[in-house]
């Protein structure tokens, strides 16, 4: 699409014909599929800061939009003028000859930069559908232009792994809720397969009212905004119990947490990429976390589009 149609009226056009296109093939090809289907239930704009950021993004797009079905916008600075290109994303589910297609745009944004393309993504959106912006690779302090993007959002997921001030960041997340934002974070999500363990754990073997301190343990050179969160999160849920969040020579992330309990001690430990161990109190076993890669780290972000109770009080504990 040649810069001077960069209008929000072009790309519809351009998206329209597409479907036709891709309806025309299945009209050729009759005995290979029982035609298209067109899903939407959201718009999903995604923020990177590179064109190779936003390469990588199209790809994770690809396989939540499979789980959460939606018209992706996929937005990174260039270095010439605006450009953009409508592109498909299209499956077929196991056992079924239908395929099932949804919709993306990749906006190249010119010298007037994140600024400029909020004003094309108005009449982008889809309508009467919520509106996430994922602001891939951002810190949440430094918005890289990202910020002018967040008005036109229902939720804004970020992913604070990376950032080397954890506190500086949680004050970020924490001034755009006061503002009246709703945000999200990945590095929060990283950690339901911890906290399904230990709300497993209280509900089978120990009595939360026990509980008279808990230590967490993290590894890499400083605190993580996971390993805050975790101990918000236990303080919030044992509010009878001392917390105490101390550094190990471990890979960065949560490494332990260890309850002490008139009974004895009870340790919850990672012990592999994926695997979790309980030991304690006549307890041995170990137990599997779920994936924590991009994209099923945002299939389940995505499952709540409303208020997030436990995650909004974790943040401002």
Known sequence: MS??????ESILRDLQKQWEDLASQEIHSPTESAGVLRACAMTLVVACRTPEEALDARQVAGQVMRVHPSRAIIVHPGSGDFDARVFAECW????????????GIEIIAGQGGFAE??????????????????????????????????????????????VSDSDAALRSL??????????????????????????????????AKEIR???????????????????????????????????????????????????????????????????????EYRTGLPSINEAA??????SILGADGVYERVLNA
């Open 92 to 103: 077929k589910p196991f056992g079924r000859r239908q395929q099932i297609c949804s919709e």
């Open 213 to 283: 301190s808990a230590r967490i343990t993290y590894g890499g050179d400083s605190v993580t905004t996971c390993a805050r969160y975790f101990e918000a999160w236990i303080r919030s849920s044992l509010p009878q119990a001392r917390v105490a969040l101390e550094p190990e020579y471990a890979s960065r992330g949560i490494y332990s947490v260890t309850f002490d309990t008139p009974k004895g001690d009870v340790t919850i430990q990672h012990v592999g990429e994926h695997t979790l161990s309980v030991t304690g109190r006549g307890l």
């Open 174 to 207: 924490r001034r755009l809720h006061a503002y009246g934002m709703r945000v999200a974070d990945l590095h929060w999500t990283r950690l339901s397969g911890w906290r399904e363990v230990l709300a497993h754990l209280f509900d089978s073997n120990i009595n």
């Open 297 to 302: 780290l945002m299939q389940e972000e995505l």
């Open 3 to 8: 810069t001077t149609a960069i209008r929000p």
């Open 117 to 162: 393309v909020a004003r094309f993504l108005v009449p982008l959106r889809v309508p009467d559908l919520p509106v996430v912006l994922w602001c891939r690779g951002s810190s949440v302090s430094e918005t890289g232009g990202f910020h002018h993007l967040y008005p036109l959002a229902d939720k804004i997921i970020f992913d604070t792994h990376d």
